[in-house]
Every structure is written in structure tokens, then in C-alpha cells.
């Protein structure tokens, strides 16, 4: 506790000294204000300095940091490197193991392939001595056979010379007969024809006799022989003339002998008419049947020729006739007027 008495009374002080220490005060306070500037900037620099510091140590931590890092992968795939190696290195070394196996066997088998290539060779000596001689004989037999197709080419030549000259007496014995048969056939079918009309004419004049007796042939038709005659009056193809005759019981004219030609002759004018030949078959023949080698021919001249002409179709295997140039071969699809013949009998 203080001691109590009078209470100590501070000095006054005078306007002088109090102006004095005012200005002590102020200088005082403007140093302290100097001092504390001066530290804050040395603060600051150190706080700089320090952290700069900092900032580059941490910079290096990260540069080393990254830098294992580097060397780690490096490491990494350089170990991988190896073992991808080593382990083809281990695949080559089967590879290579199972080659040299393989190729042991087929060393194996090129002995034996040797082997068998040298007992090859040996039977190919054989062979080829067997061949040589076998050469030997066949050059002998060649020169026998040379020799014996030269006496056959020389006996075939002379087969031939023979089978010439028998071709040709064959020949000529066939058309002397074939003509012989032809004017025979000609003669006989001839004189057939002149019975016909023989007959016909008799029994012409029976008809007459007996006037009650019906005609022997239709109107528009003409009476030779044992046969009617009917010419046309319009002008079609051959087988529309065929077909035209047949709706009348009747067949295009077959000439059978020298006096039925004489008398179509007579019967028509000087046009192109229709006849029963045509080309059946690389051969003529008449439509009924008759046979064309034994029956005369009255072919104009250098006639047949199977000429074709522009507008028909096909060749000329029908046959027309004229008084003035006889028979002539066609093509079927010209079109001309035609002669039907009907026997009576």
C-alpha cells in the first residue's frame, strides 16, 4: 500500500518548454517513421528473397521429380525391350531347333533318295542297253517295212489303175444299159400311150353310138386317151396348182409318152404351164408316182439348170412347159397357169 501524505503536485510547465517539446517530439516521431519504412522494405526484400528461394527449390524438386520419372520409363520400356527380345530370341532359338530337326530328316531322306536314284541309274543302264538293242531290231524291221510299203504302194497303185479302169467299163456298161432301159422305157410307154388313145377313141365312138350314154369327161374338160384333160385359166404356184387339181379328183398332167406331149401341144397356147414333175429329194419325180427314169423326157434345151431367180425363193425344183421350148425347170412359188389330167377308168 503507499504511504499516504500529500500528493505529489508535477511541475508546471512554461509555453516555452512546452513549445520545445513539441518540437522534440515531432523530429522524434519523424525518425521512428524513417526507421519503421526503412524495416518494412528490408522485411519485404527478405519476404521476396525467401520466396524466390522457395519457388526455385520447389521448381528444382519438380525438375528432379520428373527427371526419375523420365529415367523410370526409360528403365520401363528399356526392360521391356529386353524381354520382348529375349523372349523372341527364345521363339527364334525353337524355330531354329525344330529346322535343324527337319532338316536331319531330310538329310535322312536325300540318302535314301540317293540311294535310290543311284539304283535308279543302275536300271536305267539296263534299260537303255535294252532300248539300244531294242533300237537295233526295230531299224531292221523299219527296212523291212520300208521295202515291204514300197511293193505295197506299187501293188496299190496298180489296185487303183485297176479299179480306174473297172470304174470306168462299170460305167459305161451302166449308162449304155440305163440308156437302153430309157429308150426302151420310152418306146414301151409310148405305145402304151398310143393303146390309151386307141382305146380312148373306141370308146369316143361307143359314147357316141349310144346316145343316152353320159359323156366321158365334165365340161371344160378334154377327152385323149384314157384320160381328161383340163387346162386353167388363172395363174398360181405350183402347189396351189396341186391343190387345185386334187379338189377336182384330178392331178397335174403326167406326160407319159411322145403322143400325150403332141397332144398337151395342141391343147394349150404358147404360155408357161404347170406340169406333175418336181424335185423331191435332190431327184425328180412325178406326183403320182410314175417313175421319171422310165417315162421320155422332153427337157428343153440346156435344160434343167436350176438357175434361181432374184424375186422366188429357193431353187428350181418344178417344172413348166411351153410349145415353144419345152420343159423348163422353176422355182415352185412363181406363178403360171396349169394342166390337170383325171383317168376315166
Request: glycine share 6%.
Amino acid at each position: 500500500m503507499p504511504c499516504k501524505g500529500k500528493p505529489v503536485h508535477p511541475q508546471r510547465k512554461t509555453k516555452k518548454s512546452e513549445g520545445l517539446e513539441m518540437a522534440l517530439g515531432e523530429e522524434d516521431e519523424q525518425d521512428t517513421y524513417v526507421n519503421l519504412s526503412d524495416l518494412n522494405l528490408q522485411r519485404q526484400e527478405k519476404g521476396a528473397k525467401s520466396k524466390a528461394a522457395k519457388n526455385t527449390k520447389i521448381r528444382l524438386m519438380l525438375i528432379l521429380m520428373a527427371f526419375l520419372i523420365f529415367l523410370f520409363l526409360v528403365q520401363v520400356v528399356f526392360i521391356s525391350i529386353l524381354f520382348t527380345f529375349y523372349k523372341n530370341m527364345a521363339e527364334e532359338q525353337s524355330h531354329l531347333k525344330e529346322i535343324g530337326e527337319n532338316m536331319a530328316k531330310e538329310q535322312s531322306r536325300l540318302r535314301e533318295t540317293k540311294k535310290n536314284i543311284t539304283e535308279g541309274q543302275s536300271r536305267l543302264k539296263e534299260t537303255d542297253k535294252n532300248i539300244t538293242e531294242g533300237q537295233s531290231c526295230l531299224k531292221e524291221t523299219g527296212e523291212n517295212m520300208a521295202k515291204g510299203h514300197s511293193r505295197l504302194r506299187e501293188t496299190d497303185e496298180n489296185i487303183i489303175q485297176e479299179q480306174s479302169r473297172l470304174k470306168e467299163s462299170v460305167t459305161s456298161e451302166l449308162k449304155k444299159s440305163r440308156d437302153l432301159n430309157n429308150e426302151v422305157a420310152g418306146s414301151l410307154f409310148n405305145k402304151i400311150q398310143r393303146n390309151f388313145g386307141v382305146v380312148g377313141k373306141l370308146l369316143e365312138e361307143v359314147r357316141k353310138m349310144n346316145s343316152s350314154a353320159q359323156p366321158l369327161c365334165d365340161k371344160s374338160w378334154k377327152h385323149y386317151g384314157l384320160s381328161c384333160y383340163y387346162k386353167s385359166t388363172k395363174e398360181v404356184p405350183m402347189n396351189s396348182a396341186k391343190e387345185d387339181c386334187e379338189k377336182n379328183k384330178a392331178h397335174l398332167v403326167i406326160i407319159n409318152g411322145e403322143d400325150e406331149m403332141n397332144f398337151l401341144q395342141g391343147f394349150v397356147d404358147n404360155q408357161y404351164w404347170w406340169i406333175g414333175l418336181r424335185m423331191v429329194n435332190g431327184a425328180w419325180e412325178w406326183i403320182d408316182g410314175t417313175s421319171y427314169e422310165m417315162t421320155p423326157k422332153f427337157w428343153g434345151k440346156r435344160q434343167p439348170n436350176n438357175s434361181s431367180i432374184v424375186d422366188f425363193p429357193g431353187g428350181q425344183e418344178c417344172v413348166q412347159f411351153s410349145n415353144k421350148y419345152g420343159w423348163d425347170d422353176r422355182q415352185c412359188a412363181i406363178k403360171y397357169k396349169y394342166i390337170c389330167e383325171k383317168e376315166i377308168l
